[in-house]
């Protein structure tokens, strides 16, 4: 496996099926922890930052030469996109000191909000989808996770400040 390959594919989750990009974005939720355990919401941020242009590059390397510029075994946009989704999460158990996995409903809503916003492709994800190359590969998961991690925040104040639960 070359290293395009092992960063586009996770490390080659990307080639398990079905639903490679429902693998990808599983294989991203015990990579969050370990990070967010390591080094906090900070550590995740910048391992979140640092994969986009790495998954530009891998994208770029992979579909070289090839008609099909988003094939499905390359997933590394799946996890930088669940990643930013976890932000929601992440940055509050962190600023707070509260145990992240104390958390457990915006971990499930993170995933479920994420892996619709990509299917579903609503809006500026959509748009990012049509774009071409790799940049586009990258970016409508990246709205998706934005989108996602907006949600999983509107959810949390909604259960906690407005309810009070």
């Known amino acids: 496996m070359t290293p395009a390959q092992a960063i586009g594919t996770v490390c080659g989750v990307g080639y398990l099926r079905p639903a490679p990009g429902t693998w990808g974005s599983l ?10 355990q390591l080094g906090g919401f900070p550590l995740l941020a910048l391992a979140t930052l640092a994969s986009i242009p790495a998954g530009i590059w891998a994208t770029k390397v992979m579909t070289a030469g090839s008609a099909d510029h988003d094939p499905s075994e390359i997933v590394v946009d799946e996890v930088a996109g669940q990643w930013i989704a976890l932000w929601a999460i992440s940055l509050p158990a962190w600023l707070h000191s509260i145990e992240i996995t104390a958390l457990w409903p915006g971990w499930i809503a993170a995933f ?7 299917i579903l492709k609503p809006g500026p994800v959509g748009w990012a989808d049509r774009q071409k190359g ?3 590969v990258m970016m409508d998961d990246i709205i998706a996770g934005i989108l996602a991690a907006i949600c999983v925040a509107a959810l949390a104040f909604l259960s906690h400040g407005v309810l009070g639960m």
């Open 27 to 36: 294989a991203a939720l015990p990579l969050a922890y370990g990070l967010h």
């Open 134 to 136: 790799a940049t586009g």
């Open 112 to 118: 479920v909000l994420f892996r619709l916003f990509d």
